[in-house]
């Protein structure tokens, strides 16, 4: 058959191999003149950055869609550091890679029983291990998903899932010192979402890092998505670049045709969207969304600062927070009041502390980011502007040393270029939040109840955002393709 992806994300890619290894033809249509979506790169003279994820975990779902050789070309860098901390007090904490150095170091430093912080993390992967093959690694949508054994199982371990507590009261119920808590609630960001709203059921997500670890690719993150086309070139896939598709046009049930902006109209067996499901509907079927999915809330965005940086830091690593002192607040201020708090937590990533090409031998690439609310009109000049100040006055305290000055180029993306360059709907990072205990079933299925022929993968629709659930949606919708087919 011959299938048609709207969209070169890393989700979009990942169902093309997937459905050209199926012996299906696959074109891709991109808007832009280049694949990755989010996963882009930017080059200001002598430093390169990683314009979106930073963070790659569970890279065998990227191995699993490679070629042997292409397998052994993918080098990727297992971190020892999983993240450097700088609390509000000026206090610092190394997060270690090895889940027993971790439970010891964090026993020590927080002063809080290793039994509790070792306990916790046993109890996540338990939860996991039974609940991922039933909720990640398959459609909630399919009543097969739930007569299965597995299925069952999950089902019967459903009230392990902590659904009717947030993330953290479940934690401050476990853990005595205040920094410890704002150390694991932080994982709700993983995927845009509010520990302070979000079902405890995220605090699986602590695991999946201890578990799988934090890798770097040996060229850094955008060769994920280089080495993921090359695979489906080899396989045959067709990419159109500078395609915008402007409808996806159907007659009765059926899917026919897209048209693109140069007005070429492409027929087609089937259409996989790897857009926005809010914009599939708003704009390229031109119906009514599904009112559960319009319901839904956005994940929170970003501003991201790229800057060249003419020192070097040995204190900070590849992943570093320099934390908010009052994380409540922070994320009502970002999700309640959806406006910059005035004292942002910061996330600086640095490639080049692993990819030394990406920036001069005596310098840094500097990736600064704070968590911002999806774009709702706020005047986003005025917020970059007040947002930078307020983070280069506390980095500078941190550090002690006057960033500014140390600051050689600088490039800047906010929600609205986020949504002009990659389609997502109002800037959000990973679709909608996970704050409602019931969003996992409320996400775009992927499959159309409206269209036989019609499917969904990317971070808006099942199972979520980031990189490692956006592969997995690709895994279901080529699995529900090859038993219709
Ligand atoms: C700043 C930032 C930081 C992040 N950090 C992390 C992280 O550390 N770890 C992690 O795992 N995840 C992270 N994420 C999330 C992760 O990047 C996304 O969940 C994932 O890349 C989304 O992939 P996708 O397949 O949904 O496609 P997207 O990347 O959303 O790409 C969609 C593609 O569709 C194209 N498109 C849209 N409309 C049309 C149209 N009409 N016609 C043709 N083409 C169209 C777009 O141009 C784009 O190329 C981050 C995201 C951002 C933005």
Redesign the pocket.
Known sequence: MHFSI???????IATAIRLARLGHQVDV????ST?????GVLEMGEFRFD???????MPQFVRELLDEDLNQKFQVETLPVLCNYFFSDHSRFQVSSNQDTFVKEAAQFFSENPKAISGFLEKSKIVYDITAPVFLENSLHKLSTYTKPTGLKGIANLWRLEMFKTMNQSLEKRFTNPKLVQFFSRYATYNGSDPYQAPATLNVIPHLEFEYGAHLPKLGMRQIADIMVEQALRLGVSFHYN???KSINYHNKMITSLSLENNQEFSTDGVIA??DAK?VYNK?LNIEIPKKIAQAENSSS?L?FYWGINRSFPELDVHNIFFAENYKEEFKTIFKTLSLHHDPTIYINITSKVVKQDAPSDGENWFV?INVPYNNGQDWNQITHQAKSLILDKLSKHLKVDIQNHIVCESV?DPVT?ES????NKGS??GSSSNDRMSAFFRQSNFSNQFDNLYF????VHPG????L?LLSAKIVSKVIFEKN
């Not at 249509?29 to 832009?32: A, K, M, T, V």
């Open positions: 709207v969209g070169s994300g890393i989700s979009g249509f991109e808007q832009h694949y990755g979506g989010k996963l314009t979106g994820p930073s963070l790659f975990t395609q915008k598709v790897n857009v914009i390229l970003a991201i980011m993306l986020i360059k990659t389609g997502s990072l990973y993968c990317g971070g808006s955002g980031g990189i490692p956006c």
